[in-house]
């Protein structure tokens, strides 16, 4: 889960396994996988070290591997 910040200046926690985009347009724009849009003040750099940061705590960052990949 992680902190960001509305428009508005409200805050609330998104699951970040939810994501499916982040766009600058300029607002930082978060496109879910149910394809609602967020708009958000975090920059997408935020955005995105958010997200590496959450994988990191869970233990699923760099554990991605091919379909088929059974070399681990």
């Not at 805050?11 to 724009?29: G, H, K, W």
Request: hydrophobic letters at 35%; a negative charge.
């Amino acid at each position: 889960m992680m902190k960001l910040t509305r428009l508005n200046g409200n805050s609330f926690t998104l699951n970040a396994s939810m994501i499916e985009q982040v766009q600058s347009l300029p607002d930082t724009t978060i496109t879910l996988t149910s394809g609602k849009k967020l708009l958000v003040k975090d920059s997408e750099a935020d955005v995105s070290d958010l997200v590496t940061d959450y994988y990191k705590q869970i233990g699923l960052n760099g554990k991605f591997y091919k379909a088929g990949d059974v070399s681990e």
